[in-house]
């Protein structure tokens, strides 16, 4: 039996049933990473060491009977901009190649408390910048269906990592898509929660009103109890919503008849691809013998989406990034022969071409005399798209949509055409401007041999309903095959 194929409910089982240990599942990661990481390459920093004794903690907790819930024991990955106590975080960035942080964000305390094995830091864009992976400062990493392909970004190495069987589970981060567009790509479950669901506290700060932390996995069910682990209140984090946490695995029976679905018009549109329209409505051909019932909406200024996420994202970005000026963080050019000659010089060798682009459009958007031009009327637009979901809302009880435009594309394609590769996030965008929650669910694979995604999208906080419109639909669709890695 292949430990590293097996769900975290699963292995769960597994474990209290005193069938296998966490040390006999944790070593079975580790021999998945030595044997396929190579073509993946989804890991920055393995800490094979600190998980072993995770899992012998872990193996002590179940022998005496007290073990602390169904992620204890189970090998969990990071996303490399997860601060972690005393183990590198680079945010796949030059500029903190070496930067080890003192202590561990909330979403990390909370999966330590929760027993879960930390294996590692998964590569991504760097500072979660970028649809593709292709960003990183140090390689990027590969699609375990066909390693010719981007996995997707910016999370890719949280999505690779779980399709490949190199983690049960993993956290990444989502501003734009950067969970549920490489989730797509990858064949795997994944799902951004409402802004303020989950805390941001000792993570990387790309755009700080559209971030937001989020499991990956290969199930629902697994998702919900990744969600259920680490969502709730932090006063470490002004942000974090003081709204109670459902326990979302116990309320997963998959009961959805008579729950409307809304189809936005806008998101059948030019631009996506015919196989992945075709596997998205039979998705909703799925729901419907399910006993829902789609009803079309229209949100007119979700076209506006992209423009609007390109000034209030490098605006925010160019603020957060600020830090890093060879001073405070960061690395620091030798010999320069002024302080405005080393912000420059270090700042220039740590980020790379993606990250300095958005910083300079941010900056201008945010200059003297363009303000209200564009980061003023970006904010209008955003209330516009928030209005239209709250709208679409009140008719339905979750959207249904595309997650991604096409299937995933070769490594380079879309290099050279920044805008092409901006595009790639059309459907998932207006989410994080909205603030709503979503999930990418597999819903079949094209000629090709490549997965796609469908997106379900429903109210703030309203993640209980969506988790179970997924998990319906995960049942009506049947086991979704491996990889072929």
């Not at 691809?273 to 079309?296: F, I, N, T, W």
């Not at 958005?358 to 201008?364: P, Q, S, V, Y």
Request: glycine share 10%; net charge negative; charged share 20%.
């Amino acid at each position: 039996m292949d430990l590293y194929r097996l769900t975290i409910h699963d292995l769960h089982e597994e474990l209290r049933e005193g069938r296998v240990t966490s040390n006999q599942i944790t070593e079975s990661v580790f021999d998945r990473i030595a044997e396929v990481d190579g073509r993946v390459r989804a890991y920055l920093t393995l800490t094979k060491e600190a998980a072993l004794e995770a899992a012998a903690r872990s193996d002590e907790r179940y022998r005496r009977g007290d073990f602390l819930g169904p992620l204890d024991g189970i090998p969990i990955a990071l996303k490399d901009i997860f601060l972690t106590e005393g183990i590198r975080t680079t945010c796949a960035s030059k500029v903190l190649e070496n930067f080890i942080p003192p202590y561990d964000g909330t979403p990390v305390v909370r999966l330590k408390e929760a027993g879960a094995v930390i294996t590692g830091k998964l590569n991504m864009d760097e500072f979660a910048m970028g649809s593709s992976n292709e960003n990183s400062g140090f390689f990027p990493t590969h699609n375990p269906w066909n390693t010719q392909y981007v996995p997707g970004g910016s999370s890719g190495g949280s999505a690779a990592s779980v399709a490949a069987g190199e983690a049960i589970g993993a956290l990444g981060t989502d501003t734009g898509g950067s969970i549920r567009q490489p989730a797509s790509h990858c064949g795997v479950v994944g799902m951004k929660p409402t802004y303020g669901r989950v805390s941001r506290y000792g993570i990387i700060a790309f755009a700080s009103s559209l971030d937001q932390v989020g499991p990956l996995a290969r199930t629902v069910t697994d998702c919900s109890i990744l969600l259920r682990t680490i969502a709730g209140h932090d006063p470490a984090d002004s942000t974090s919503a003081e709204v109670p946490v459902p326990d979302y695995p116990s309320l997963l029976d998959g009961k959805v008849e008579g729950m409307k679905v809304g189809l936005p018009e806008e998101y059948f549109s030019e631009g996506l691809d015919p196989e992945v329209e075709r596997l998205v409505r039979e998705a909703a051909h799925a729901l419907e013998r399910r006993g829902m019932k789609m009803v079309p909406v229209s949100l007119p200024s979700s076209r506006y989406a992209v423009a609007t996420y390109y000034i209030i994202a490098p605006a925010e970005a160019s603020s957060n990034l600020a830090r890093y000026d060879g001073v405070r963080y960061g690395v620091r050019v030798p010999d320069a022969e002024s302080l405005m000659e080393m912000y420059k010089r270090s700042r220039s060798r740590g980020f790379g071409a993606e990250v300095q682009r958005r910083i300079m459009l941010g900056t201008f958007a945010l200059s003297a005399g363009y303000y209200d031009a564009y980061y003023g009327k970006a904010q209008k637009i955003r209330t516009l798209i928030r209005r239209e979901m709250d709208e679409a809302f009140s008719k339905v009880d979750v959207l249904l949509a595309p997650t991604a435009p096409t299937a995933a594309f070769p490594i380079g394609e879309k290099m050279d055409d920044p805008l092409q590769m901006y595009m790639s996030d059309v459907y998932t965008i207006p989410v994080n401007i909205a603030g709503v929650a979503a999930i990418s669910v597999p819903c079949g694979i094209t000629p090709d041999g490549l997965p796609v995604g469908v997106q379900l999208i429903s109210p703030p906080f309203g993640e209980e309903v969506l988790l179970n419109v997924a998990f319906a639909y995960e049942q009506e669709r049947g086991t979704f095959p491996n990889c072929p890695l």
